[in-house]
Protein backbone atom coordinates (compact mmCIF):
# COMPACT_ATOMS: atom_id res chain seq x y z
CA UNK A 1 0.00 0.00 0.00
CA UNK A 2 2.80 2.32 0.41
CA UNK A 3 5.92 3.24 -0.77
CA UNK A 4 9.28 1.81 -0.09
CA UNK A 5 10.65 5.03 0.70
CA UNK A 6 8.07 5.68 3.65
CA UNK A 7 8.51 2.65 4.75
CA UNK A 8 12.07 2.87 5.57
CA UNK A 9 11.39 6.49 7.42
CA UNK A 10 11.60 6.72 11.33
CA UNK A 11 9.66 8.61 13.32
CA UNK A 12 11.99 11.60 15.07
CA UNK A 13 12.80 10.12 18.59
CA UNK A 14 12.80 14.18 20.12
CA UNK A 15 9.57 14.61 18.67
CA UNK A 16 8.21 11.52 20.26
CA UNK A 17 9.63 12.37 23.77
CA UNK A 18 8.48 15.61 23.34
CA UNK A 19 4.80 14.08 22.66
CA UNK A 20 5.01 11.41 25.52
CA UNK A 21 6.00 14.75 27.56
CA UNK A 22 2.80 16.41 26.65
CA UNK A 23 0.76 13.72 26.87
CA UNK A 24 1.51 13.45 30.43
CA UNK A 25 1.10 16.88 30.66
CA UNK A 26 -2.16 17.30 29.59
CA UNK A 27 -3.38 14.51 32.30
CA UNK A 28 -2.02 16.62 35.00
CA UNK A 29 1.54 15.34 35.91
CA UNK A 30 3.75 17.95 36.82
CA UNK A 31 6.61 17.24 33.82
CA UNK A 32 9.74 19.58 32.61
CA UNK A 33 10.92 18.88 29.40
CA UNK A 34 14.65 19.42 27.85
CA UNK A 35 13.75 17.80 24.52
CA UNK A 36 12.98 20.62 22.44
CA UNK A 37 15.97 22.12 20.74
CA UNK A 38 14.00 25.58 20.55
CA UNK A 39 15.60 28.90 22.43
CA UNK A 40 12.73 30.55 25.28
CA UNK A 41 13.76 34.13 24.34
CA UNK A 42 11.17 35.43 21.96
CA UNK A 43 12.02 36.97 18.33
CA UNK A 44 14.20 40.29 18.29
CA UNK A 45 11.73 43.25 17.89
CA UNK A 46 13.29 44.87 15.05
CA UNK A 47 12.90 40.98 13.08
CA UNK A 48 9.11 41.33 13.97
CA UNK A 49 9.08 45.03 13.29
CA UNK A 50 9.85 43.78 9.72
CA UNK A 51 7.06 41.50 9.64
CA UNK A 52 4.46 43.41 10.77
CA UNK A 53 5.28 45.81 7.66
CA UNK A 54 5.47 43.65 5.33
CA UNK A 55 1.91 42.41 5.74
CA UNK A 56 0.69 46.31 6.24
CA UNK A 57 2.42 47.04 2.91
CA UNK A 58 0.73 44.12 1.23
CA UNK A 59 3.79 41.74 0.71
CA UNK A 60 1.73 38.58 0.60
CA UNK A 61 2.02 37.56 -3.04
CA UNK A 62 4.51 34.68 -4.53
CA UNK A 63 7.81 35.85 -5.05
CA UNK A 64 11.00 33.69 -7.11
CA UNK A 65 11.29 29.86 -5.44
CA UNK A 66 14.97 30.90 -4.35
CA UNK A 67 13.58 34.15 -2.63
CA UNK A 68 13.45 37.91 -3.38
CA UNK A 69 16.71 39.62 -4.57
CA UNK A 70 17.16 41.86 -0.90
CA UNK A 71 16.89 38.57 0.87
CA UNK A 72 20.04 36.91 -0.98
CA UNK A 73 21.50 39.87 -1.04
CA UNK A 74 21.71 40.38 2.63
CA UNK A 75 22.60 36.85 2.42
CA UNK A 76 25.72 37.06 0.49
CA UNK A 77 26.13 40.16 2.43
CA UNK A 78 26.26 37.98 5.94
CA UNK A 79 28.21 35.24 4.51
CA UNK A 80 31.22 37.78 3.27
CA UNK A 81 30.72 39.97 6.69
CA UNK A 82 31.00 36.19 9.13
CA UNK A 83 32.53 33.62 7.11
CA UNK A 84 34.91 35.38 4.23
CA UNK A 85 32.74 33.77 1.69
CA UNK A 86 31.92 35.63 -1.51
CA UNK A 87 28.61 34.11 -3.64
CA UNK A 88 26.62 35.44 -6.13
CA UNK A 89 22.96 35.26 -5.78
CA UNK A 90 22.29 32.56 -7.88
CA UNK A 91 24.69 30.37 -5.89
CA UNK A 92 22.00 30.76 -2.78
CA UNK A 93 18.62 29.18 -2.27
CA UNK A 94 16.19 29.95 0.57
CA UNK A 95 14.25 27.13 2.21
CA UNK A 96 11.30 26.43 4.99
CA UNK A 97 13.80 25.65 7.74
CA UNK A 98 17.03 23.85 7.36
CA UNK A 99 15.07 20.74 7.18
CA UNK A 100 13.43 21.55 3.02
CA UNK A 101 17.60 22.72 2.71
CA UNK A 102 18.97 19.23 3.38
CA UNK A 103 16.12 17.13 1.73
CA UNK A 104 16.48 19.28 -1.46
CA UNK A 105 20.43 18.69 -1.19
CA UNK A 106 20.07 15.00 -0.39
CA UNK A 107 17.12 14.70 -3.36
CA UNK A 108 19.58 16.54 -5.39
CA UNK A 109 22.44 14.76 -5.34
CA UNK A 110 21.51 11.12 -3.67
CA UNK A 111 21.08 7.96 -6.16
CA UNK A 112 20.30 4.58 -5.02
CA UNK A 113 22.72 3.23 -2.91
CA UNK A 114 25.25 6.29 -2.79
CA UNK A 115 27.00 6.34 0.79
CA UNK A 116 26.84 9.73 3.14
CA UNK A 117 29.21 9.35 5.73
CA UNK A 118 27.91 10.49 8.96
CA UNK A 119 29.46 11.40 12.17
CA UNK A 120 27.72 9.75 15.62
CA UNK A 121 26.35 11.79 17.70
CA UNK A 122 24.61 13.18 14.60
CA UNK A 123 20.67 15.10 14.68
CA UNK A 124 18.41 12.45 14.28
CA UNK A 125 17.46 13.76 10.55
CA UNK A 126 20.33 13.55 8.98
CA UNK A 127 20.57 9.84 8.30
CA UNK A 128 16.68 9.60 7.88
CA UNK A 129 16.61 11.41 5.10
CA UNK A 130 19.74 10.00 3.35
CA UNK A 131 18.00 6.17 3.69
CA UNK A 132 14.75 8.17 2.12
CA UNK A 133 16.31 9.32 -0.88
CA UNK A 134 17.65 5.60 -1.09
CA UNK A 135 21.10 5.96 -0.01
CA UNK A 136 23.20 4.41 2.81
CA UNK A 137 24.43 6.43 6.17
CA UNK A 138 27.83 5.09 6.88
CA UNK A 139 28.12 6.19 10.74
CA UNK A 140 31.40 7.19 12.03
CA UNK A 141 31.10 6.48 15.82
CA UNK A 142 32.69 9.16 17.74
CA UNK A 143 33.12 9.46 21.62
CA UNK A 144 34.53 12.24 24.76
CA UNK A 145 38.04 10.93 23.61
CA UNK A 146 37.76 13.02 20.69
CA UNK A 147 35.27 15.50 21.67
CA UNK A 148 32.61 13.81 19.81
CA UNK A 149 34.74 15.24 16.28
CA UNK A 150 35.86 12.57 13.48
CA UNK A 151 39.57 12.55 12.84
CA UNK A 152 41.49 12.36 9.22
CA UNK A 153 41.97 8.63 9.88
CA UNK A 154 38.36 7.91 10.93
CA UNK A 155 37.54 9.67 7.74
CA UNK A 156 40.16 7.80 5.50
CA UNK A 157 38.66 4.32 6.66
CA UNK A 158 34.74 5.04 5.93
CA UNK A 159 35.62 6.28 2.73
CA UNK A 160 34.43 4.10 -0.01
CA UNK A 161 34.25 4.11 -3.90
CA UNK A 162 29.74 4.22 -3.38
CA UNK A 163 30.96 7.81 -0.81
CA UNK A 164 28.99 10.78 -2.32
CA UNK A 165 29.13 12.79 0.51
CA UNK A 166 29.89 13.74 4.44
CA UNK A 167 27.87 15.22 6.64
CA UNK A 168 29.79 18.17 9.11
CA UNK A 169 28.19 19.85 12.05
CA UNK A 170 29.59 22.50 13.74
CA UNK A 171 28.72 23.65 16.85
CA UNK A 172 27.11 20.32 17.21
CA UNK A 173 23.32 18.97 18.09
CA UNK A 174 23.67 16.78 20.53
CA UNK A 175 27.39 17.67 21.83
CA UNK A 176 28.11 21.32 21.31
CA UNK A 177 31.45 20.35 19.56
CA UNK A 178 33.26 22.78 17.20
CA UNK A 179 35.46 21.88 14.76
CA UNK A 180 38.59 24.05 14.38
CA UNK A 181 40.26 25.50 11.34
CA UNK A 182 43.08 22.89 12.04
CA UNK A 183 41.01 20.11 12.10
CA UNK A 184 38.65 20.96 9.25
CA UNK A 185 41.57 21.51 7.19
CA UNK A 186 43.20 18.34 8.31
CA UNK A 187 39.95 16.63 7.00
CA UNK A 188 40.26 18.85 3.98
CA UNK A 189 43.58 16.71 3.23
CA UNK A 190 41.96 13.06 3.50
CA UNK A 191 38.90 14.98 0.92
CA UNK A 192 41.67 16.30 -1.30
CA UNK A 193 41.43 14.54 -4.93
CA UNK A 194 38.07 13.15 -4.68
CA UNK A 195 34.50 13.61 -5.81
CA UNK A 196 32.96 14.00 -2.56
CA UNK A 197 30.48 16.87 -1.59
CA UNK A 198 30.67 18.01 2.09
CA UNK A 199 27.75 19.47 3.57
CA UNK A 200 28.06 21.36 6.43
CA UNK A 201 25.63 22.19 8.95
CA UNK A 202 26.05 25.73 10.49
CA UNK A 203 23.13 26.35 12.23
CA UNK A 204 24.13 26.66 15.34
CA UNK A 205 27.32 29.20 14.26
CA UNK A 206 26.24 32.52 16.28
CA UNK A 207 26.02 30.27 20.03
CA UNK A 208 29.57 29.65 20.85
CA UNK A 209 31.28 30.22 24.25
CA UNK A 210 34.42 29.59 23.79
CA UNK A 211 37.14 29.52 20.70
CA UNK A 212 36.21 30.97 17.44
CA UNK A 213 33.06 29.38 14.95
CA UNK A 214 35.00 28.59 11.84
CA UNK A 215 32.75 27.70 8.10
CA UNK A 216 34.34 24.38 6.39
CA UNK A 217 34.12 26.57 2.69
CA UNK A 218 36.72 28.79 3.96
CA UNK A 219 39.36 26.65 4.76
CA UNK A 220 40.47 26.51 1.13
CA UNK A 221 40.02 26.75 -2.55
CA UNK A 222 39.05 22.62 -2.48
CA UNK A 223 36.51 22.71 0.36
CA UNK A 224 35.15 25.84 -1.19
CA UNK A 225 33.64 24.07 -4.53
CA UNK A 226 32.79 21.05 -2.54
CA UNK A 227 30.86 22.35 0.38
CA UNK A 228 27.34 23.08 0.55
CA UNK A 229 26.62 25.20 3.70
CA UNK A 230 23.53 24.73 5.53
CA UNK A 231 22.23 27.55 7.86
CA UNK A 232 19.09 29.59 8.97
CA UNK A 233 18.43 31.80 12.16
CA UNK A 234 15.98 29.45 14.03
CA UNK A 235 18.35 28.61 16.62
CA UNK A 236 20.40 32.27 16.55
CA UNK A 237 17.47 33.86 16.19
CA UNK A 238 14.76 32.60 18.40
CA UNK A 239 13.01 32.09 14.99
CA UNK A 240 12.17 28.53 14.90
CA UNK A 241 8.44 28.77 13.61
CA UNK A 242 9.24 31.20 11.17
CA UNK A 243 10.81 27.88 8.95
CA UNK A 244 14.20 30.33 7.27
CA UNK A 245 17.13 28.18 5.90
CA UNK A 246 19.65 28.77 3.22
CA UNK A 247 21.77 26.87 1.41
CA UNK A 248 25.01 27.89 -0.44
CA UNK A 249 26.95 26.67 -2.89
CA UNK A 250 29.79 27.44 -5.87
CA UNK A 251 28.28 24.86 -7.85
CA UNK A 252 25.31 26.86 -9.90
CA UNK A 253 24.46 23.98 -11.21
CA UNK A 254 23.22 22.14 -7.86
CA UNK A 255 21.68 25.26 -6.75
CA UNK A 256 19.57 25.08 -10.41
CA UNK A 257 18.32 21.66 -9.90
CA UNK A 258 17.92 22.45 -5.73
CA UNK A 259 15.17 25.45 -6.88
CA UNK A 260 13.42 23.31 -9.83
CA UNK A 261 12.97 20.70 -6.98
CA UNK A 262 11.41 23.27 -4.64
CA UNK A 263 9.23 24.73 -7.88
CA UNK A 264 7.46 21.66 -7.49
CA UNK A 265 7.26 21.23 -3.88
CA UNK A 266 6.57 24.05 -1.99
CA UNK A 267 7.89 27.06 -3.99
CA UNK A 268 9.16 30.19 -2.28
CA UNK A 269 8.51 30.71 1.52
CA UNK A 270 6.35 32.58 3.04
CA UNK A 271 7.09 36.51 1.88
CA UNK A 272 6.65 37.69 5.54
CA UNK A 273 9.51 35.53 6.50
CA UNK A 274 11.57 36.96 3.90
CA UNK A 275 11.36 40.32 4.78
CA UNK A 276 11.60 39.79 8.17
CA UNK A 277 15.28 37.75 7.87
CA UNK A 278 16.67 40.55 6.10
CA UNK A 279 17.42 42.80 9.35
CA UNK A 280 18.67 39.58 11.32
CA UNK A 281 20.97 38.85 8.17
CA UNK A 282 22.47 42.03 8.24
CA UNK A 283 23.59 42.05 11.69
CA UNK A 284 20.51 44.31 12.99
CA UNK A 285 19.67 41.94 16.02
CA UNK A 286 23.06 41.36 17.09
CA UNK A 287 22.18 42.77 20.42
CA UNK A 288 19.94 40.30 20.98
CA UNK A 289 21.59 37.56 20.21
CA UNK A 290 24.52 38.76 22.46
CA UNK A 291 22.19 38.77 25.14
CA UNK A 292 21.12 35.14 24.47
CA UNK A 293 24.51 33.88 23.85
CA UNK A 294 25.71 35.59 27.54
CA UNK A 295 22.56 33.65 29.38
CA UNK A 296 22.84 30.18 27.25
CA UNK A 297 26.83 30.41 28.93
CA UNK A 298 25.51 30.84 32.34
CA UNK A 299 23.23 28.32 32.12
CA UNK A 300 26.13 25.84 30.25
CA UNK A 301 28.41 26.69 32.89
CA UNK A 302 25.66 25.18 35.23
CA UNK A 303 24.81 22.39 33.65
CA UNK A 304 28.39 21.03 33.03
CA UNK A 305 29.37 21.84 36.29
CA UNK A 306 25.87 20.00 38.12
CA UNK A 307 25.43 16.99 35.36
CA UNK A 308 29.83 16.00 36.02
CA UNK A 309 29.10 16.36 39.97
CA UNK A 310 26.40 13.42 39.89
CA UNK A 311 27.71 9.93 40.88
CA UNK A 312 27.43 7.80 38.03
CA UNK A 313 27.42 10.45 35.60
CA UNK A 314 29.45 12.23 33.35
CA UNK A 315 29.39 15.36 30.69
CA UNK A 316 32.10 16.62 27.69
CA UNK A 317 31.86 20.22 28.48
CA UNK A 318 29.54 21.97 25.11
CA UNK A 319 31.64 24.89 23.35
CA UNK A 320 28.34 25.78 21.56
CA UNK A 321 24.98 25.09 21.35
CA UNK A 322 22.56 24.89 23.84
CA UNK A 323 22.74 21.06 24.96
CA UNK A 324 24.72 18.71 26.17
CA UNK A 325 25.32 15.30 26.10
CA UNK A 326 24.99 13.60 29.33
CA UNK A 327 27.05 9.51 29.35
CA UNK A 328 25.27 7.32 31.90
CA UNK A 329 26.84 4.27 30.40
CA UNK A 330 27.72 3.63 34.44
CA UNK A 331 24.06 3.28 35.60
CA UNK A 332 22.85 1.84 32.44
CA UNK A 333 23.36 1.82 28.77
CA UNK A 334 19.96 1.50 27.62
CA UNK A 335 19.36 5.15 26.86
CA UNK A 336 15.25 4.49 25.79
CA UNK A 337 14.62 2.92 28.97
CA UNK A 338 16.37 5.63 30.81
CA UNK A 339 14.88 8.40 28.78
CA UNK A 340 11.25 6.77 29.60
CA UNK A 341 12.02 5.64 33.33
CA UNK A 342 13.23 9.53 34.40
CA UNK A 343 10.15 10.63 32.34
CA UNK A 344 7.29 8.31 34.20
CA UNK A 345 8.60 8.37 37.73
CA UNK A 346 10.18 11.94 38.03
CA UNK A 347 8.52 13.41 35.45
CA UNK A 348 11.61 14.62 33.40
CA UNK A 349 11.72 14.40 29.39
CA UNK A 350 15.41 14.49 28.27
CA UNK A 351 16.54 13.11 24.47
CA UNK A 352 17.82 9.43 24.80
CA UNK A 353 20.90 9.05 22.71
CA UNK A 354 20.07 6.32 20.76
CA UNK A 355 18.26 8.77 18.55
CA UNK A 356 21.66 10.12 17.90
CA UNK A 357 23.43 7.09 16.87
CA UNK A 358 25.32 6.97 19.93
CA UNK A 359 23.69 4.32 23.00
CA UNK A 360 24.22 5.35 27.11
CA UNK A 361 23.94 9.02 26.41
CA UNK A 362 20.94 11.48 26.62
CA UNK A 363 20.44 15.01 25.29
CA UNK A 364 19.75 17.55 27.70
CA UNK A 365 18.46 21.02 26.50
CA UNK A 366 19.51 24.20 28.31
CA UNK A 367 17.47 26.47 26.73
CA UNK A 368 14.55 26.74 29.03
CA UNK A 369 14.88 29.38 32.28
CA UNK A 370 17.61 28.71 34.48
CA UNK A 371 14.58 27.89 37.92
CA UNK A 372 13.43 25.06 35.47
CA UNK A 373 16.86 23.83 34.76
CA UNK A 374 17.88 23.50 38.66
CA UNK A 375 14.59 21.77 39.27
CA UNK A 376 15.21 18.97 36.50
CA UNK A 377 18.55 18.42 37.21
CA UNK A 378 17.44 17.90 41.18
CA UNK A 379 15.04 15.39 40.09
CA UNK A 380 17.52 13.61 37.52
CA UNK A 381 19.70 13.73 40.42
CA UNK A 382 16.91 11.53 42.42
CA UNK A 383 16.64 9.38 39.61
CA UNK A 384 20.25 8.46 39.52
CA UNK A 385 20.40 7.82 43.12
CA UNK A 386 17.98 5.71 42.99
CA UNK A 387 19.05 3.33 40.73
CA UNK A 388 23.23 3.33 42.00
Known amino acids: MFSRRIQKLSPSLTIAISQKARELKAQGRDILSFSAGEPDFDTPEVIKYEAIKAITDGFTKYTNVAGIPELLEAIKIKLKRDNHLDYDMDEIIVSNGAKQSLFNIFATIIDEGDEVIIPAPYWVTYPELVKYHGGIPVIIQTDEKTDFKI ?6 KAITPKTKALMLTSPSNPTGSIYTKKELTELSKVLKDTNIWVISDEMYEKLIYEGEFTATASINEDMLQRTITVNGLSKSHAMTGWRFGYCASKNKE ?18 ITQKAAIPALLGKADGDVEKMVKEFKRRRDFVYEAF ?19 NHKKIINDS ?53
Open 308 to 326: NSIEGLSAAKPHGAFYIFV
Open 151 to 156: TPEMLK
Open 336 to 388: MSFALDLLEEKGVAVVPGLGFGSEGYFRFSFATDFETINKGIKRIEEFVKELL
Open 254 to 271: LIKKMITLQSQSTSNINT
